[in-house]
């Protein structure tokens, strides 16, 4: 074999390991690439399913999420869409909706909701949503029976109407069980939605 064939050789050889290295490298960086470009909620909605809650998408938090909120109106509920800052779990969106109701002029315009405040919202592992309320009044709410059950279940149907979660809903009155919001329904059940209350 002559001195000319051996160098050809070799020559082949080594243009067949730089071509197989850069195949190499070209397929590690290309592979790396898609491992760094893969969306991080695998991981968040893996840790959500572990704790049982739910958890809003970090690409989406800028965009406001609609809800559909629920207000007196004419002695029935009427329902309007209203946008509600995204949240980082169930718990904290859901209030972020009830507070939809307390801060929307049209469910102002009900005297029972517009004497209301909301203190907090909590939602536990069952699925009850527990709603605390207060108001400045020294003598108690003032409103007609059916005025302070349109007012609860203009709650109650905004909660449980966006958020399956959400399986019932409890009233507190100043950081503690009361027995009624305006002296006539009773707040001591726990409250699931009536759509038959809602404007068709």
């Known amino acids: ?8 050789i070799q020559d082949n050889r080594l243009l067949l390991f730089i071509v197989l290295g850069i195949a190499v490298v070209v397929v590690a960086a290309a592979g790396f690439y898609l491992w760094s470009r893969r969306p991080a909620a695998d991981g968040m ?5 572990q704790n049982g809650s739910s958890v809003i998408l970090p690409a989406f938090r800028t965009e406001p999420l609609t809800i559909t909120f629920f207000y007196p109106l004419e002695g ?16 904290a969106q859901a209030g972020e909706a009830l507070a939809a109701v307390f801060s929307d002029p049209r469910a102002a315009q009900a005297e029972v909701i517009r004497d209301l405040k909301l203190k907090s919202f909590f939602l536990d592992e069952r699925g009850t ?3 605390a309320l207060a108001t400045d009044r020294p003598q108690g709410i003032q409103a007609s029976a059916w005025d302070e059950e349109l007012a609860i279940y203009a709650m109650v ?7 399956e979660d959400v399986k019932q809903v409890v009233f507190l009155m100043d950081g503690r069980e009361a027995s009624t919001l305006a002296g006539h329904m009773d707040l001591a059940r726990r ?10």
């Open 45 to 49: 909605q893996h840790q959500a399913a």
């Open 191 to 200: 409250y699931t939605k009536r759509m038959d209350l809602v404007k068709q």
């Open 1 to 8: 074999m002559s001195w000319t064939r051996d160098r050809t």
């Open 76 to 91: 029935m509920l009427a329902s309007a869409p209203a946008p509600a800052k995204r949240q980082p779990d169930t718990q």
């Open 157 to 163: 149907n905004t909660l449980m109407q966006n958020f």
């Open 129 to 131: 949503a527990y709603v």
